[in-house]
């Protein structure tokens, strides 16, 4: 017997658990449709541990990509589809993935990315909502197999992968990425979660930010598997989010700081029809979030909101309520009972209250992860084994709660979304005019940063708007267009260190001067 879902097909088989822009799916119905893709995947030779991957947008067929999973003991990869086909075809090789799942929106990156000469021989291509040369019709390929619950189940979950320094992306395995665990391991993960974040066992979730990143992932279908219903949209809309919040009386949703500033700059008019009553709680992250606007969400929505601190590797390390960060405006709350936070300085030595230092952490109950396929990435992140950092600079005060002064690693946040400028300035120092590149984060009222390129030409080439869109352009042809610049510099010669070292800050922080912040 399935330990996540049957219970709930069994006692609330009519009720809607899943909504989305195409319909809507009863427990009843998605516990019989996991069943049929367990069963149908099996029968294509999967076993416990193999990995599947999924280009999609938000929609119901992601979650039952999910909860087979979780059942069948496979690992789950998402993928962002904003990227380009090389990029999916180096994730799903560096993967090991054998099925690949794909949204009919996104049929043409698809049908390249299968295409592509560095994407191996896969045991199926299914397509969510359509065809496509190559793709066999999800739903076709479901609903001949057995409705039966599947024998030999075991729990599975997500590798997310994050780009690196390097510049390739690099698969995350977490506590969460286990496979041929018990399924009640992924059970107590989801009610476990839902109760430390206070988030109502038979709640009702918003998702209007993207399924592949592992924040909406463990917002929404941690939630779900512990009773929660899960309303979907592909994209946010700030009028359509407010609506939909009365509507289905939401009680639980995750924002980030540019879904905050998009809901705020509503005319008044929209906004005064908002309720938001059935709210129980607000949860964002991902990125810092301006204190005017932080001010101004818990004026207008009230002490609903809460924030988190963490990422794909560590998960939730801190918290922090809407009375303890008026009391502290900036912080990112304290330690969760099953983490330890310590700041440790350049010499080695651990912080005092107050100290500015590198920020680790520690999961007491053992939990660890690592980068897939790179040990090195592994080991550079860890201070010893079971205490690793994100790359993030702060400091803890007298009581122990956390604050972030800066990010050691070089990296952007732009709307939420980590960003790394390696990737970039190889694509930019590929292009024949670049000699030299450096890309960077600047301040972007709505989106926090924005990227940022500067380049050094080889001798001749003419600066122009016209060369700026063309290196742009260039961008775009070879990464997910949000990996792309925003706008271009010139520069005579790139600043760097005798070593070779590129002195990045110099070019970075006159932008980020009379800011009043660094990140």
């Known amino acids: 017997m399935a330990a996540l879902i049957q219970p709930f097909a069994e006692t609330r088989p009519d009720e809607v658990v899943l909504s989305d822009e195409f319909g809507k799916t009863t427990w009843g119905d998605f516990n019989t449709r996991v069943n049929q893709l367990i069963h149908s995947l099996r029968g294509l030779g999967l076993k416990t541990h193999d990995t599947i991957a999924v280009l999609s947008g938000n929609r119901r067929e992601y979650f039952e990509a999910y909860a087979a999973c979780a059942h069948a003991g496979w690992l789950i990869v998402p993928i962002n589809w904003h990227s380009v086909a090389a990029e999916v075809a180096y994730v799903v090789k560096d993967s090991g993935t054998k099925a690949l799942l794909v949204d009919q929106r996104f049929s043409d990156l698809g049908q390249a990315s299968i295409q592509h000469e560095g994407c191996p021989a896969l045991d199926a291509c299914l397509m969510f909502g359509g065809q496509a040369p190559g793709f066999q019709e999800y739903d076709t390929f479901i609903s001949n197999q057995e409705v039966t619950e599947p024998e030999d189940q075991s729990a599975g979950g997500p590798m997310f992968y994050t780009s690196g320094t390097t510049g390739k992306p690099k698969g995350v395995k977490s506590g969460l990425s286990q496979t041929g665990a018990t399924t009640a391991t992924m059970k107590m993960i989801g009610e476990g979660l839902s109760g430390m974040l206070s988030m109502p066992a038979a709640g009702r979730t918003l998702l209007v930010g993207p399924i592949y990143h592992s924040a909406q992932w463990a917002f929404s279908f941690l939630p779900l598997i512990a009773g929660s219903s899960v309303v979907i949209r592909h994209k946010f809309d700030a009028a359509e989010t407010l609506a939909l919040i009365d509507e289905h009386k939401i009680t639980n949703i995750h924002l980030v700081p540019t879904q905050f500033i998009r809901m705020l700059r509503l005319d008044d008019d929209i906004k005064s029809t908002f309720s938001g009553k059935s709210i129980d709680i607000i949860w ?236």
């Open 284 to 519: 964002h992250g991902a990125a810092p979030c301006p204190p005017d606007v932080k001010h101004s969400m818990i004026e207008w929505w009230g002490p609903v909101i809460s924030e988190y601190y963490g990422s794909t590797e560590g998960s939730i390390v801190t918290t922090v309520d809407s009375e303890e960060w008026l009391s502290r405006p900036g912080t990112l709350g304290k330690p969760v009972p099953i983490m330890q936070v310590m700041v440790i300085k350049e010499d080695g030595e651990e912080a005092v209250a107050g100290e500015s230092g590198s920020i680790y952490v520690k999961n007491i109950m053992g939990t660890d992860f690592e980068y897939h396929n790179d040990p090195d990435k592994t080991s550079k992140a860890h201070l010893e084994p079971g205490v690793f950092t994100f790359g993030d600079v702060g400091y803890l005060d007298e009581d122990g709660y956390l604050f972030m002064s800066d990010r050691k690693i070089d990296m952007i946040i732009s709307g939420g979304v980590n960003i790394y400028p390696a990737e970039i300035e190889a694509v930019l120092i590929n292009h024949p005019k670049v000699v030299d590149a450096a890309v960077f984060g600047i301040p972007n009222d709505e989106f926090g940063e924005e990227v940022k390129g500067a380049v050094e030409l080889v001798d001749g080439a003419e600066i122009d708007g016209a060369l700026a869109e063309e290196l742009i352009a260039h961008c775009k042809e070879n990464l997910a267009s949000f990996k792309a610049p925003k706008s271009i510099d010139f520069v005579d010669a790139m600043p760097r260190h005798p070593t070779g070292k590129l002195l990045k800050r110099l070019l970075r922080d006159q932008y980020w001067e009379n800011t009043g912040r660094t990140i």
